[in-house]
């Protein structure tokens, strides 16, 4: 079966560089979250599109924005970049409000030097 | 805002036996769903079990079930006859039924070691 698929899986940068990180949901799937996890942390939420539009945002800094497609697939655009925004970042996909559970892909490694 | 907590940062089970993980969680609303996400080593995030608030029934999945205590806002996850492959870090998670963007508030997290 089809998965969440994210681009790129490692991704260095330097401090002060941008960064592009892609997701593509299930086929159908019609919501996108975006979540960042440090290391030992739990994922903490960052913001949501649903039908492309945004519908929920969470901690997410200034220096980060998003956006959903017409074909349903995301990219979290993050710019400035800090040392502590190294991270996994995953994006995950359901359908409509999600309530059978949200399906993760396998998240973008971000090493910010 | 909601919070969910899990209090023990690590459990260790001897294989083909069983370990349970406690999860709370603070929430005002009535409706609402409970999950639990297993992450192996690989970082992937996999859904093990998920509960609805409105069902008393406990949510049963193979080897992993649930006892959902409503009231007492309590969400253990019961692993039985655990395999070396459960070994992985375990998120409880909570997601409201009313809120916007229907995200997911994770706990801490906790890592279960499995010893042959």
């Known amino acids: 079966a089809a998965g969440v698929i994210q681009s790129p899986r490692h991704l260095i940068k330097e401090k002060r560089e941008t960064a592009t990180l892609k997701c593509y949901p299930i086929p159908r799937h019609d919501t996108v979250y975006w979540y960042q996890q440090g290391p030992g942390q739990d994922p903490q939420f960052l913001i949501s599109f649903y039908e492309k539009m945004q519908s929920d945002k969470g901690s997410i800094p200034d220096r980060f924005s998003a956006q959903q497609f017409s074909d349903y697939h995301s990219e979290l655009n993050m710019s400035s970049l800090e040392l502590g925004d190294s991270a996994l970042y995953f994006c995950a996909s359901s359908l409509g409000r999600g309530s059978y559970g949200y399906t993760f892909g396998s998240g973008t490694r971000l090493t910010v030097v | 805002a909601q919070t969910v907590t899990q209090s023990q940062p690590e459990m260790s089970v001897q294989e083909a036996e069983t370990v349970t993980l406690s999860c709370t969680y603070d929430?005002?609303?009535?409706?609402?769903?409970l999950f639990w996400y297993k992450q192996p080593p690989s970082r992937q995030m996999i859904l093990v079990i998920r509960?609805?608030?409105?069902?008393?029934q406990n949510a049963t999945e193979n080897r992993f079930s649930v006892n959902f205590q409503k009231a007492a806002k309590s969400f253990s996850l019961k692993i039985s006859d655990s395999q070396l492959g459960d070994a992985a870090m375990y998120f409880c998670a909570y997601r409201s039924t009313k809120a916007a963007g229907n995200k997911l508030t994770f706990g801490g997290g906790t890592r279960v070691l499995v010893k042959p």
């Open positions: 929430t005002s609303e009535s409706d609402y769903y």
């Open positions: 509960q609805e608030a409105y069902k008393q």
